[in-house]
């Protein structure tokens, strides 16, 4: 998923947040503006002709060259979504500026939704930080090591192999000097070279 970047000034107040997200037009315009900042591009084949096609509450962005269609949300994590982005730029500013996490039942009150519809923006938005957070820490280059969290449960295998504990890797960012400065936790599936291809691909593609 690439990622559009809209930045959000840290420790800015409601009301000060509303007066610049506070209607659709303006969360689509700072989508846009984040999408494309020269201008429509066709993720396509580059083309910068277009024209609008609505289609209900849907705005589409049809490419003049290959006819691709493309919203402002598409690869983003409001792709496919029902709900206004006011309620998804609202519950991004709160998550996102919250020191110490904010629960989906805190997210439900703050945003007058309903608890499902709270509880997806609350998973969603946090997978998507941690996603980031995961990227910007394997900058550089990155030494990994396996380890296990968890204890022994009677019947459960010894060492590496014991089902009861959780394997997860530790991926280790080094400074200029090569002294370890940022440590990043994930869990796996397992050890397998599969599982671990699959996580580094996983970072990669964030990465990009
Ligand atoms: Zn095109």
Known sequence: MSSHKIQFQYGMSIPEFLSHFGTEAQCAEALKRSRWPKGFRCPKCAGTQHYLVVQGACKLYQCGGCRLQTSLTAGTLMEHTKLPLTTWFLAIDLISQAKTGISALALKRDLGARYPTAWMLHHKINTAMSRQEAARLLG???????????GERPGGKPGQG???????????????????VRLKLDMVSGFTSDAIAKWADRVRHELL
Do not use: R, T, W
Request: no cysteine; glycine share 14%; charged share 15%.
């Open 140 to 150: 550089g280059a990155v030494q990994l090591d396996d380890a296990h969290l968890g």
């Open 162 to 180: 014991s089902e009861n504990k959780v394997p997860f890797v530790a991926a280790v960012s080094p400074n200029g000097a090569g002294q370890p």
